[in-house]
């Protein structure tokens, strides 16, 4: 708990950081709050425009969710506004169940995918297989997938992970290029210094900034450098971080899940916070949630900091380490 800052403390950073255009930028203006769809914010350098609702798509892909289930809940996220879509080409078929609503919607669609890969050659081939498999031209994002198990010389080497999405850029497969995981936020920052990566997607929750420095460290770097932050873990993800059963619920309790919501929005720089959704009704509820966004009081704020507090000394140190 040292040198941890409240998150008052960190508000005030905050204010620093946002004096930048690049990060007043980040916080596009709501729409009405009589518009039924969600509010957009702009995804850092990227310029584009995303729901401050994203939807992960792990929980459809690993629970054995079938094509038509699937689709029923993407709908009901474009419904609701929802453009922003995190997938992974081991989340079961979420790639190739995604194909048809890519083609039908591809204007409405933010699609990032992830890679693991760690040579210039295999990474081609990763964007490539997602490509095939989405049936699209041209991805919106890719990450590298929990980039704190990776070497430096594995991402910025002359072979290396960077140089294959930079070739997959080249030919247009490709345009903005990402960071993800779950350990090491000093990976993340180093990474994001070398001003070669667009966005960041890591764990972000009133929760898990008791444990973890991701907030601390990832979010004055990515300010300082324009990039699209995303929020994942918004409910500190499912139990154990096993996805696989149907009936699989969040480590935080239903009714924390607004707090959540308002407390990862409220924080300097996020454009979104992406929720692994598993059918139209949890849709439309993070929807409902989203859009009816305001900042937390004093009074909530000092709630919600003696709630995470408390739940961070029963999860602890929860995510995979290497």
């Known amino acids: 708990m040292d040198n941890l800052y409240t998150r008052r403390e960190f508000l005030q950073k905050g204010a620093q950081w946002t004096a930048s255009a690049a990060v007043l930028d980040s916080v596009a203006s709501d729409p009405p709050r009589a518009s039924r769809l969600l509010p957009t914010r702009k995804l850092g350098r990227t310029g584009a425009e995303v729901s401050i609702i994203g939807l992960g798509l792990a929980p459809l892909g690993l629970a054995g969710y079938s094509r038509q289930e699937f689709r029923s809940t993407i709908e009901a996220a474009l419904d609701e506004g929802v453009n922003y879509f995190d997938v992974q080409p081991d989340y079961g078929d979420v790639e190739r169940y995604l194909a048809p609503i890519a083609r039908d919607h591809r204007d409405r669609l933010f699609i990032t995918t992830k890679t693991f890969e760690k040579s210039k050659r295999s990474v081609l081939d990763s ?13 919106d994002a890719v990450l590298v997938n ?28 490709v345009r903005f290029f990402g960071l993800s995981g779950h350990c090491r936020p000093e990976h993340f920052t180093q990474a994001m210094e ?7 997607m890591a764990p972000f929750n009133f929760v898990d900034r008791f444990t973890y420095r991701f907030e601390q460290e990832i979010l004055p770097v990515a300010a300082k450098h324009h990039v699209g932050v995303v929020a994942m873990k918004t409910y500190g993800g499912a139990v154990g971080l096993s996805y696989q059963a149907r ?40 929807a409902h949630f989203g859009r009816e966004y305001c900042p937390l009081s004093d009074v909530e704020l000092a709630s919600a900091e003696a709630e995470g507090a408390r739940l961070a000394a029963q999860w602890g140190r929860h995510y995979p380490e290497g």
């Open 194 to 200: 070398t001003e070669e990566f667009d966005i960041v």
């Open 146 to 173: 929990n980039i704190g198990l990776y070497e430096m010389k594995q991402i910025f080497g002359a072979d290396g992970v960077l140089a294959g999405l930079k070739a997959a850029r080249q030919q247009g497969q």
């Open 127 to 139: 964007v490539r297989g997602s490509l095939d498999r989405l049936d699209v031209d041209q991805l």
């Open 247 to 286: 009936e699989q619920r969040a480590l935080l309790p239903d009714d924390k899940h607004q707090l959540a919501i308002r407390y990862v929005l409220g924080l300097p720089g996020i454009s979104l916070a992406l929720i692994g959704c598993k059918s139209s009704a949890e849709i439309h509820t993070a």
